[in-house]
Each structure stands twice: as C-alpha cells, then as structure tokens.
C-alpha cells in the first residue's frame, strides 16, 4: 500500500494536523564567529561557478546579517495555485473568500501589522523571480511578501449502510520575503486532513471533494498566518 495512503488512514476520524515545520531562529552563538578573525575556508566558495551570481563577499554580507522584522508592515499575499473548486458553486466561492478573510485577519492581530492584503493580480509578474517579487512588492508599499502555495489531494473512503466520506489531505508551503533585503526570513509547511460526508446540498461527489478541500486549506493556512505572527512579534 502507498505510505502516504498509510499515513492517512492512520489519521483521525474527523481532523488530523501537524505542527507547522517553520524556518528555527538563529542562536545568537552563530554570530560569536564573526566577532573576530575569520579563516579563509569560511568565507571563500568552493565553486568557482558561484561568483557569476554573487560574490564571496556579498554572500558572507548576507549570511552575517541579523534579520530583524520590520516594526510595522504591510504585508502583501500572493498565492501561486488557483483555487479551482471557487467556479464550482456559490458555497464554494464563499468559502474561498472566507479562507482569505481569515487569513487577513489572523495577520493583523499583530501589532507588528497595520495591514495584510493580497496582491493585486494586475501586479503579479509573468517571471516569478525574486527580483520581479521584489518589485511587485514595492509597487503596492509592502514591507513583506507572503508567497504561499497548496497542494489538496482527496481520497474516497466507502462505509457500509452510511454515506460515503471524502478525505482531503492538503499540504501548504509558505515563504515570508522581505522586500527590502531581498531576504527570505522565514519559511513554514503545514499539512492537515479532514474528513468530511457527502450532504444532500451537494450537486455531486465532485462537490463534496472540493468541500473537503477548502476546509483543509482553511485549517492549514490559519496555522501558516499564526506561525507568521509569532516570528514577528517573538521579540515583543
């Protein structure tokens, strides 16, 4: 049997979820090393290829540097997949609008946010490089960009003289860029599962699939906006 099948069978009947693996905060001790002399093996690539990108010496600049999260953000959401069971019904476009305002709203509970907003479509650049991210962000005054991407897959589960269960297991990663720097400070996974039975309100199975979809999304992207506020108010 397939382990991924075997690890969502072995999950909760009604809602499973992990603990989001975030990006770990830098020990101060890391910064011990670069209080005096650094030997050249520690600061020099060993590729030569590499100084077509970036310098040694920039590279060293940026693994120095001590990220500190801006005092007060707007921050700009870019999600890079498409909701596709948004077109399905009125239910489901609700829904996806009420995964957006709850992660908007989760992100502006911290005192470090003043406001959390998604990108306009019309600045989301064709080349998703972190240059052109970094521009978009500029354009619309972001101090952060939160670029996140999901991936919901959905299982049928039969069950004698009961109504079938659909099982969503969805799968969201997360990248927090800084506009200014260029640096990405803070990067997190979070999965969740979720059943959830066929209704009478649904037009087909299809409908209950994506139902079980977008609860999963929900849940797991809430985690994500947590995680977020955590990283930038732990020094609060």
Known sequence: MNRL??????APALAACT????????????????????VASETESLFAGDA????????????????????????ALMPLDR????????????????????????????????DASYLPPILVPEDRTVPRLREAAARYQAD????????????????????????AYCVVEAVLLDTRTGL???????????????????????ETRFRARADAKAVALGEISDEIVRFLTKDD
């Not at 989001?20 to 090393?33: C, I, L, N, Q």
């Not at 990108?53 to 707007?74: G, K, M, N, V, W």
């Not at 908007?104 to 470090?112: A, D, I, N």
């Not at 990405?184 to 299809?206: K, L, M």
Request: charged share 30%; hydrophobic share 40%; aromatic share 10%.
């Open 144 to 167: 952060l960009l939160l670029v996140y991407r999901t991936d919901c897959r959905s299982f049928d589960r039969s069950r004698l003289f009961r109504p079938p269960v659909v099982r």
């Open 184 to 206: 990405v400070p803070f990067t997190t996974v979070a999965t969740h599962a979720y059943d959830i039975a066929r209704n009478e309100g649904d037009t087909n199975f299809q």
């Open 83 to 114: 909701e596709v069971w948004s077109t399905w019904s009125e239910e489901l476009a609700l829904a996806s609008e009420d995964i957006r305002r709850d992660v908007v709203g989760r992100l502006r509970q911290s005192p470090r946010v003043y």
């Open 52 to 75: 077509e990108t970036l310098s040694d010496d920039a590279i060293r600049t940026i693994l120095e540097h001590r990220y500190e999260p801006p005092r007060l953000s707007r921050i």
């Open 19 to 38: 603990v989001p693996v975030a990006t770990m905060e830098r020990p101060d001790a890391y910064y011990d090393k670069y209080d005096g002399a650094v």
């Open 5 to 10: 099948l075997v690890l969502l069978m072995a």
